[in-house]
């Protein structure tokens, strides 16, 4: 049936037509300026001098945006901005609800913190092959990943982070980096190709890839579609690139390798990422499926705690005992989506924005350790405490956070896990919870007394100093861990209406079907 | 059609997965090129398999005419063959990288990240 040119067609009904709000641009802000500091750090590939200055002076802008959308997104509810401006479901959709403005903002503290440190850290050849550009590259994927409201352009943004980790992982090419990739590399992309999978069905069960758009038909397709098995596919999938047990072990197996900076960021970065896209999926898309699913994953929550902590406890290498934790921690995060509700889902982001900010600052600690100690062998380095009181104190510090001990940021999501496990009767999950902790406590504690409290016998140990580029982001860190821990209203305050904006999403909703929108 | 499909797309998997749960470094690489391929087609079908046009719209027309194929799923499916090809590059450069250094293709012997015998973590002072 054709119809006519002359008949004029009515575009509201396929694209926005009024002009995009200059808040808008803040939306895809994060990921655009990322990739042009990118490009600029590639063009300039030859002048490396530069490239320090260009891409630390990139992520404070970076988290400048990444604040200013948090505040957009505080007062003004969740944002969203299609591209091509074709209306959802059509368009490829940005939509920014709280929680990934904070995921995001958190990110970007931690790429600064990462970029600072990089100055001591990197050399001049590891700049040459190209460092900065891939950071820079890493922040566009994992910006991407926090907001954006499409599943299979989440697909997309964790590809784009996954080919700038390969890129850091190998910088050095060391046997053991190549030993380490190899292992990262294959399995991660075994992972990717999973939620791949997860997505081809999600595809063909809903017609559509937006989320809020899967979100408002879930409770339609509920009777007739095989959603259980999409869930359990993302589980699996979102599990292995978060390193849940029984998928963790490529973790420990890689991020010991790269330079102190990268295992850092990665460490930071990286399994969050896999955590925030299952919160996303399970709290917000499937919550009726969560809900099946609780026991299993509460069990690989509780596995996955009590074998990363036994992994650090029988290490003695500095860094590989660090990437254990990451692992515990993790079990953590998937024990609170597994609880659900306002405590659990709160408990697991709040561990996650912690997890991000403590899990790097420790493995600055590691690089500094390795610089004062000579080594990173809890077995070999020792009397740290005396090289240098400051540094040591700082990471006393991280040890106590990471271990869940009050005054510090491990403390509240670590209570309000605990709390909501047994608010459900889960009694079981509490204990390993606390088990954890306390076991972490012994991990942490048993390296600062050797590296740090053991002096050598006989052997007169000199202060060191340190230069500010490597202390100043620990201490940062460090001081900011001590910050949520003393006073952690403001962020719970708006943890709880995150997650609550997450079991209740009509505001996200809204936001990308304004009127209702089409159907 | 799509029971076919359906088919092809398991036989697929089963040789990836087959592939991947080799030793080798080469024929894991062998079996992520094929399980790309696999997810390739699963979602082409996921998309439905019809005979029907491509989504073109004839000139002096504002509407398409009759029905239409599905062009999301191919839009869709070249973007995952641009990822997984340049992923597929990249291991191959880092697997024979890896042989090159470590001088094996054998996982089991790629042990320099992972030492077998780790001395023990210290007991005491």
Partial sequence: MAVPTSSSVDLSAALVLGPTTVADWLVILPVAWCFAIGAVLVMLRRAVGLHPIIAVAGLAGLVLIDALLLRHVVTNGPVTMVMGRWLPPFGIAFTVDLTGALFALVAAIVALAG???????????????????FLMLLMAGVSGAFLT????????WFEVLLISSFGLLVLGSEPEQIDGTVKYGFLNLVATTLFLVATGYLYAVFGTLNMADIARKAEGLRGSAPLMTLTALYVLAFGMKAAAFPVNFWLPASYHTPRVVVSALFAGLLTKVGIYALIRVMVMLFPVEREELSFVMALAGALTMIVGVLGALAQSDFRRILGYLVVSGIGSMLAGIAVGGPGGIGGAIFYALHSMLVMTGLYFAAGIAARLGGGSSIATVSGLYRKNVGFAALTLMLCFAVSGLPPFSGFWPKVMLVKAALDIGAWWLAAALLLAGFCTVIATGRLFLLAYWRDEAGAAVETVRLPPAVLAPLAALSLLTLGIGL?????????????AGLAEPSAYLNSVFPAGGLQ | MEAWFALLVGIFFTVAVYLMLSKFIIRVLLGVAVLGNAVNLLIFTGGRLTRDVPPVIAGGVDT???????????????????ISFSFFAFLLVLAWRAYEDLSTDNTDEMRVAEPVKDPMPPLGY
């Fill in chain 1, 149 to 156: 409201g499409d599943v299979f352009n989440l697909y997309v």
């Fill in chain 1, 115 to 133: 970029g600072i440190f990089s100055l001591a850290d990197i050399n001049d050849s590891g700049r040459r092959y190209g460092f900065y550009p």
């Fill in chain 2, 64 to 82: 398409l005419a009759g029905p239409a194929a599905n062009a999301l799923p191919q839009a869709l499916i070249l973007t995952a063959i641009v």
């Fill in chain 1, 487 to 499: 006073y952690p209203e403001p962020l719970l305050a708006t943890i709880q209406s995150a997650a």
